[in-house]
């Protein structure tokens, strides 16, 4: 909690206008930003200015609006680049969100190099996104999809990882923080023993980046995939990383204006990267507003951020432990700012209602990870999920809500 005494969690909370909302009368408590987070008035105001006087489509125009926006355009790819460290910024690739990273890459990386028998190697603990692609390119293909095992605390079975892995696997796909249950996975350790097998890695790190400093070349990914809207940018729009090599290597995956260097009824030749995967005009608001967002984390600064959460993580464990009845779903060593639980008389979409009449927002469900939810044996959790902006207070009363919410329905 020592770090917290630096941390101006007022200033912060005053940059995020949304946290003055009221629910039911009662001050927004908002703990589910592992599904979204919400804007600080930095970022709204990127967009806002960028619309208001600086607005047209990006590389087309000689026209100064045109150039403005390709200018403000590229700062934010730059911007992604230095937050995640790629080496060059054609290997960040704007795409949708994390969903259309990854599906980018198992059309375009998988697609063309499985034969049937080769193998995919994911985690019991992915979110559906970091799943499907994956199946639907094994039914494809061919290929087959192997799955590491989690333990009773909600850790990858490593030594399993390791019998998994072999001749036969193709590419490793692995969550980095898992949105169900906060465990944060050795990736490190993940992509060096596939490298050993000459096997890449995709990281899905919809959850790490709000909360991890990410060096893409110190881990050593192959590829790395996230969203704007969990990092405190907009909706619509994401991250792929991927190696120069690899990237350049691929198919584009979809056709269309800005991917093209020429076309003919004879022959088309794709344009450089990235833009042989930014088929069409481009999420412009949303890529530039995720420029702000990552400026913005990173003069809080992303280090005293990951303290300040840890701190709430700690607390709200101690507290919710304290709590008769209730169960917290993934007990890792390495955990991220959320809980996962379950109430032994409360169905959990019964505690999300009952929360949200006390002003607290929790995410109740499966989360989009339902082998989680069947590996613990139930058939949803609540999950509060923390943010830069969340107090010590209000995982105080998160507890009571729970308390009262228990109360109600014993
Ligand atoms: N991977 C992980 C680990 C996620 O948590 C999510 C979204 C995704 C991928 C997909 O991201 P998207 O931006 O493309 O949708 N997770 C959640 C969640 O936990 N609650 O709502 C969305």
Known sequence: MNNTVQYDIASIRDDFPILQRKIFGKPLVYLDNAASTQRPVQVINAIKDLYEGHYANVHRGVHTLSQESTNLYNEARAKVRSFI???????VVFTRGTTESINLVAQCYARPRLRPGDEILITHMEHHSNIVPWQMVCEQTGAILKVVPISDKGELEMERFHELLGEKTKLVSVVQVSNALGTVNPVKEIIAAAHAFGVPVLVDGAQAVPHIPIDVQKLDADFYAFSGHKIYGPTG???LYGKEKLLSEMPPYQ???DMILSVS???TTYNQLPYKFEAGTPNIAGVIGLGA????????GLGIIAAHEHGLLEYATARLRDIDGLRIIGEANQKAGLISFVLDCVHP?????MLDGEGVAVRAGHHCAQPVMER???PATARASFAMYNTFGEIDVLAEAIKKTIQMFK
């Open 349 to 353: 979409h019964d505690i999300g209602t």
């Open 293 to 300: 967002a990552i400026d913005y984390v990173q003069k809080v």
């Open 265 to 267: 009824f004879e022959k």
């Open 255 to 257: 056709g269309g204006g």
């Open 85 to 91: 460290h790629a080496s060059c910024v054609h290997e």
């Open 376 to 378: 613990y044996g139930v």
């Open 237 to 239: 729009v994401g991250v």
